[in-house]
């Protein structure tokens, strides 16, 4: 493959006033364009007392910006066949648009009028604010929900950018007013560490020029100031919550873990795809579900982000069966701690993780998701394309040390909830 045309050879040029681009070529002939702004605006950086800042901030700046109301936005994206998406996490969020490869410049203004010029009209706000009462009203009645809300909660003491789940409280909530979304708006969307990422088959230079033009009036802003990061909570008791009436509980596991930068990371990546991660391949799917038949499903995650990260295993089990689905879920990380995983099994596991690279870069969008992934943790130009041989590199005893760091039982939390 040309490499100039290689989507896993990004181009990281010089920041433009602070704003720093990533320019990836699209797979083949895609014939769409990503975009994506990133801005150091995650629920980590809610004010306190006013938790679900970020969320209802983001939501309602996708809705209207600049000449175009909520109808207007959606109506000339649909012309162009366009959409946008939008997420937020702890440490940032981000909005994407994607189009026709065509129409590349006319989707780069209109991100840039999302971003720099959101109306916050107040009915969009408070179609939001019912939005997020509603996540807040599922996070306290829906099992998943609750157990996650629960365990963050266990893991993480008051004050870290990790503890909350983003969507805030009733109290947080009816505190915000337009003024406090547009005040966080002007601290974090146009000020220090916002990213552009984009996914095209436009030269370089002509890219580079268009986004310095679409975000001209971007100021660099004040500079944030850095999060505070309590030390994470070490074990603890189980926390149960009972909720009558339901079919299932669920069972999470979980504990503090490293950053992406921390050097053990490729080797903890493919300890979490042993453990929970590579679907039907995994221990937990294999034992948990499908030999002792405990759970309706097993899996795990790992979030090694840039501030830090942690570590979570997850199943759904029958009323009856919920202390042995939490047995069996602690055994097998004992096990990944205790014992070398074979040669065979961390070779199967490997190739399977290589090879979802290139099924990423089936599509325009897959290919732009590891580009965001790259340029978000300042990782160089060339990271996907060497990632193979630096797993190829791991041996079971890395994995096996980089599990009792990363995946510590001894930090972790267990939390139950539902018909127990």
């Not at 490499?3 to 990533?22: H, K």
């Not at 702890?90 to 994407?96: A, L, M, N, W, Y």
């Not at 503090?256 to 990371?265: E, F, G, I, W």
């Amino acid at each position: 493959m040309n490499a100039a045309r290689d989507p896993l050879q990004v181009v990281l040029p010089d920041p433009l006033d602070g704003l720093r681009v990533a320019l990836q070529p699209a797979p083949g002939r895609a014939g769409s364009v990503a975009i994506t702004y990133l801005a150091s605006a995650g629920t980590g950086r809610d004010p306190p007392g006013r938790e679900g800042t970020a969320l209802l901030a983001l939501t309602s700046a996708v809705a209207a910006a600049g000449p175009w109301g909520r109808s207007e936005l959606a109506r000339r994206l649909d012309r162009l066949g366009a959409t946008t998406t939008s997420h937020v996490a702890p440490e940032s969020s981000e909005i994407t648009i994607w189009g026709p490869a065509d129409a590349w410049r006319t989707l780069l203004e209109i991100l840039a009028t999302v971003v720099l010029e959101p109306r916050f009209d107040p009915e969009d706000i408070v179609k939001v604010r019912r939005q997020i009462e509603e996540r807040q009203l599922r996070q306290l009645t829906h099992p998943d929900r609750r157990a996650e809300r629960e365990l963050l909660r266990a893991m993480f003491p008051r004050g870290h950018p990790y503890r909350e789940t983003g969507a805030g409280t009733p109290a947080s909530l009816a505190r915000l007013e337009r003024a406090d979304i547009q005040r966080f708006h002007r601290g974090h969307y146009i000020g220090d560490g916002s990213l552009v990422v984009l996914t095209s088959g436009v030269a370089p230079g002509t890219a580079l020029s268009a986004i310095r033009r679409a975000f001209r009036h971007l100021d660099r802003g004040a500079r944030l100031s850095p999060v505070a990061l309590p030390p994470p909570r070490s074990g603890g008791p189980e926390v149960r919550v009972p909720i009558h009436g339901l079919t299932d509980v669920e069972v999470r596991v979980g504990g503090p873990s490293v950053p992406r930068s921390d050097p053990s990371y490729p080797a903890l990546a493919l300890a979490q795809e042993i453990l929970g991660g590579r679907p039907t391949l995994n221990r937990l799917f294999r034992r948990v579900r499908e030999r002792l038949g405990l759970a309706y499903r097993a899996s795990s995650e790992l979030e090694c982000m840039a501030w830090g990260g942690y570590w979570t295993i997850e199943a759904g089990s029958a009323p009856k069966n919920w202390r042995r689905t939490r047995d069996a879920l602690v055994a097998e990380v004992r096990r990944l701690d205790e014992r070398l995983p074979s040669r065979r099994e961390v070779d199967l596991i490997r190739e399977s993780a290589i090879g979802e690279i290139p099924l990423s870069l089936e599509t325009t969008l897959g290919a732009h998701e590891l580009a965001i992934d790259l340029a978000y943790h300042r990782l160089p130009g060339d990271f996907w394309r060497t990632w193979p041989s630096v797993l190829r590199q791991v041996r079971p005893n890395d994995i096996r040390e980089a599990a009792q760091r990363g995946l510590a039982l001894a930090r972790s939390h267990t939390v139950i909830v539902g018909s127990i």
